[in-house]
């Protein structure tokens, strides 16, 4: 391949295809480049700091294919303005339920820190209520497993109030209260409040 400096439109590319007619007489295309090199600074020596969003995108992937794999219906709603991540439903036609996904991979006091509550304009942080959604999915990752994850799934109702759950998934004799709701993906086919 042949780059030729730049003209009054910038780089001509010599190639031997044409893209959407644009060769030109001489053999050259305009603008196009078949190979573009890049490095990107991978911070050595800074400890690496979570990103909540990220951390959030990541963790709302894995419950679409976590669900998914166990058998689920699942829609999207069209942008971000709504207080759920998903629509989920067991398949033959099971009861359409509300899920919001909150993540947490940062070990706090030996458990996990998960705030089912929403931001809102003005008024600041809310707690979710059965009017927002029907179940909280509260993905850990656990810190220094390798990728290791545990699900909890909670009906609106066993945390109404409640403004911040601590989950221990390595320690089973502490804080049982939030146990019973580990990895259950098996009641969200019978509906809420069936459990």
Known sequence: MAVNGGGESGVLVRRSVAICGARRADGTVRGFLSRIFAVADEGEGR???????????????AFLVKAQSLGFGLALPWGDSEKYDFVVWARP???????????TGRLNRGGYDVQPVYSTRGEGKKIYTAEDIDVLAAHVVLEGKDGKDVWYLLPV??????????????????????????????WLGAGVGAR
């Open 47 to 61: 400890e690496e700091r979570k990103n909540p969003k990220r951390m959030g995108e990541l963790s709302q992937a």
């Open 157 to 186: 109702e066993a945390f109404a109030g409640v403004k911040s759950l601590r989950l221990f998934p390595d320690l089973k004799s502490r804080n049982p209260r939030w146990e019973g709701y580990r990895e259950s993906w098996e």
């Open 93 to 103: 036609g099971g009861r359409l339920l509300r899920v919001q996904v909150k993540a």
